[in-house]
Each structure stands twice: as C-alpha cells, then as structure tokens.
C-alpha cells in the first residue's frame, strides 16, 4: 500500500493545465495531486518532455500523467509506453471526434436487457456507476444494437466521466475527485449469461484498465452467487493490496453496507435506496455535472463549438454573399 504524504500543492504546468476545479486529493497517498514526493513531479516533468519530443501534444496535463504514473508505479518507461499505446488507440477509434458525435438512439431498449449508467454521487461524492450484469440477455440486444455500438457507448460514458462529471463532482465537493463508486450486481447471473458476454466484457475491461486507468474508487459486488467469495479469497492474493481494498463482494444481505456508502436519496429504490426517478433512474444520468451550480462545459464540448465555429467562418470567407444592385443603383 502506498504510504500517506503530507500536503504539498500540485506543481503546475502553465502550458497544460487549465483546471477549473479544486486539485486536491482527499487521499493522502503518496503520489495523488496535492500528496506528491519531489520524485513524483520528476517523474512528470520526464514523461512529459519525453512524449513532447515524440510529438505528442494532448493530455500531457498533470492529473493524466499522474494517473498513468501511478498505474504503472512511477516507472517513466513502462508508463510513456502505456501512454502511447493510449494514444494509439484514441486515434484508431476516433475518440475526440466519437464523443461530440455518437448518438446511443437504442439506449432506452437496449437498458432493458443490460442496465449501464451513471447515478448520483456516494458519500464521497463520486459518481456512481450502476452495471446489472445478471440482466443481461445477448440475443434479445443483438436485435436492436450491436457489440460495436455498444463499445463506442462505453468510450463515450468513459470520456464523460473525465469531463463533465468528475470536474463537477470535485467542485460541489470542494476536492479533487478523480474516482468512480461502482455497483456490479450479479442478480441473477448464471454461467450461460457470463460466458455469452464474455467477448463484450473482456473488451471492455481491456479499455477501461488500459485506456482509463486509476479511475476505481470502491466496487460493490452485490448480488454475489453462492461459491463466488470463495473464488475471491483465492485471487484476492494475486492483485495489488490498494485494488483489493477498493473491493467488496456482497451477497443478497448487502443494503446496509451500500447505504453505509451511498446516500439513501442517491440510490435507486431497488437497491435499498429511496430514489425514483421521473422515467427511471437509469436514463436520468441526475449528478452534479446536471446541476447549472457545478457544471461547466467539457472541454471536448468546446471543442466541437470552435470547430462549427470555424468552419461557418470559412464558409463566409470561401462564399461570400453576392453584392446586390437595387434600382437605384444603390449596392447592398
């Protein structure tokens, strides 16, 4: 496990970091914003240096360097490496451009075989992320989407999750805010349904660990079958001590654990909570980064706006409106 550090403010780049939200980290381990070693602005200074001379311009803020950097325990060149391969991806998969465009139409019937959203905030004032694999019925979504779209919705939620929601989450809390609470309930779940998403599920772990690293804050796992703590008693060992900690395998009896961490008035009824929202909780997406107080454009939002700015810009320049003679002679 990491050891605490004391508070040391976050040494800023005027070049990338433009944040408009508190960064502090409420944990004081070492190596999160606002906790840093002396080693550990080193270590950014050196990866950022080394990926601008390789042309890389975007993303080089401190918080995402940070993050990569502790994913890959402060090693420079197992991180540039991880950090490439990122970006590599990016632009294979046409991420900047797929978050200002995607539209999810199907979402509503594809949420009734495989609820995934965004919910509120826990205790700690983190985005809760709800995902009921037990539900999930492959043949049924296959009819109306398809595994494709489905992973370009999950990289979408994912870079929303970066901005809007957690820049807003840190502004209501007043910290910065860099992780997710995740509910996993597995109501349901058999080893048909688990093995017939296989395909969808190990992709879209492979993104979320390798593209979106450090962004678990605790994991709840509800609903757990009978044998399942078992199976985590034995691989609990293998994983890091800071990973295992962020994780709970529950049962059916899990209510007071998860109200212990989720606000009953953030969570949806069916979980324990007293939440009911108007057209269901899952197609609410209801959290700070809704609340006109906390929320602020995304910074790809913007993005989109300058460029249709731009382009009209042209569109004047390269089209100028033809000059108009009336009787009188007069141009107008």
């Not at 509120?120 to 009819?143: C, F, H, S, W």
């Not at 108007?278 to 609340?291: E, F, H, M, R, V």
């Amino acid at each position: 496990m990491a050891a605490n550090a004391p508070f040391r403010p976050l040494d800023l780049d005027a070049k990338y970091d433009d944040y408009d939200f508190p960064c502090t980290a409420p944990e004081g381990r070492a190596g999160h914003p606002g906790h840093t070693l002396p080693e550990h602005d080193a270590a950014v200074y050196a990866l950022r240096t080394q990926l601008e001379a390789e042309g890389y311009t975007e993303r080089l803020d401190t918080l995402t360097l940070l993050r990569f950097l502790r994913a890959r325990k402060f090693n420079i060149e197992q991180t540039k490496q991880m950090f490439v391969k990122s970006e590599q991806w990016r632009k294979e998969f046409q991420t900047d451009e797929l978050v200002r465009t995607f539209v999810y139409v199907e979402k509503p019937k594809v949420f009734q075989y495989y609820p995934q959203y965004y919910h509120k905030t826990d205790i700690d004032g983190r985005p809760v992320y709800i995902e009921q694999l037990g539900k999930i019925d492959l043949n049924a979504m296959y009819k109306i989407t398809s595994q494709d779209r489905m992973i370009k919705n999950l990289v979408c939620e994912y870079e929303k999750v970066s901005d809007p929601r957690l820049p807003a989450c840190s502004r209501k809390a007043g910290r910065l805010l860099e992780t997710c609470c995740t509910i996993m309930d597995l109501k349901g779940v058999s080893l048909w349904k688990a093995s017939s998403a296989y395909s969808y599920i190990k992709l879209a772990s492979a993104i979320s660990q390798n593209y979106y690293p450090e962004r678990l804050g605790k994991l709840y796992v509800i609903n757990a079958p009978m044998g399942f703590s078992s199976v985590w008693n034995m691989i609990k060992g293998w994983l890091d001590p800071v990973t295992v900690e962020k994780i709970h395998i529950l049962g059916s009896g899990y209510k007071q654990q998860l109200l212990a961490q989720v606000p009953a008035e953030n969570l949806p009824v069916e979980f324990g909570g007293t939440c009911q929202c108007p057209g269901g909780c899952q197609l609410s997406d209801l959290g700070p980064w809704k609340d006109p107080e906390f929320a602020r454009p995304a910074k790809w939002e913007k993005t989109a706006e300058s460029t249709e700015k731009t382009n009209k810009d042209d569109a004047v320049i390269n089209n100028p409106p033809s000059t108009v003679v009336d009787v009188n002679g007069k141009q107008s």
